[in-house]
């Protein structure tokens, strides 16, 4: 089994390194794309939420965060249930940039998955659904026995 997580590990590993290559020309760093992705997906993350998302700690995320906003990509919008949270929000002008990197992703992912049949790409994304489940709960159990 080792083994299985190790190979789910190092084909994540070349993914990501497959689409940092592609998407270097458009001047974002892995931790921005995947900020600006993860946004997109969940906008109206508050950081700490982000930070955890991302296997980061906080102040790295904050850190992220401050560059892109800097550069008018994100928005910092305070929680109205939590004065001292912050909700982020991607702005009108990162739209474009996500589009860019979504287009990159699914060509790539086109690319990648080329060789595997539609019925053979459900079964995976099934499998690996399960998988998820049972780490969530395993995760679960080793917090509540903490």
């Not at 904050?62 to 550069?71: G, H, S």
């Not at 982020?88 to 287009?103: C, D, F, M, N």
């Not at 992912?109 to 659904?129: G, H, K, N, P």
Request: charged share 35%.
């Amino acid at each position: 089994m080792k083994e299985l997580a190790w190979e789910l590990g190092e084909t994540s590993r070349m993914m990501r390194r497959y689409y940092d290559r592609g998407v270097a020309a458009l001047g974002v760093t892995t931790a921005q794309w995947r900020v600006l992705l993860r946004l997109a997906r969940e906008p109206g993350l508050k950081q700490v939420e982000l930070a955890e998302r991302m296997d980061v700690e906080p102040i790295t995320a904050c850190r992220i965060v401050d560059r892109l906003e800097e550069a008018g990509l994100v928005e910092r919008l305070r929680d109205p249930d939590d004065r001292r949270a912050w909700r982020l929000e991607l702005t009108s002008k990162a739209e474009p940039l996500v589009k860019r990197l979504g287009a990159i992703a699914e060509e790539m992912s086109a690319e990648a998955f080329a060789d595997l049949s539609e019925q053979e790409i459900e079964t995976v994304r099934s499998c690996l659904a399960r998988i998820r489940d049972s780490v969530g709960r395993a995760e679960a159990a080793q917090k509540g026995a903490a």
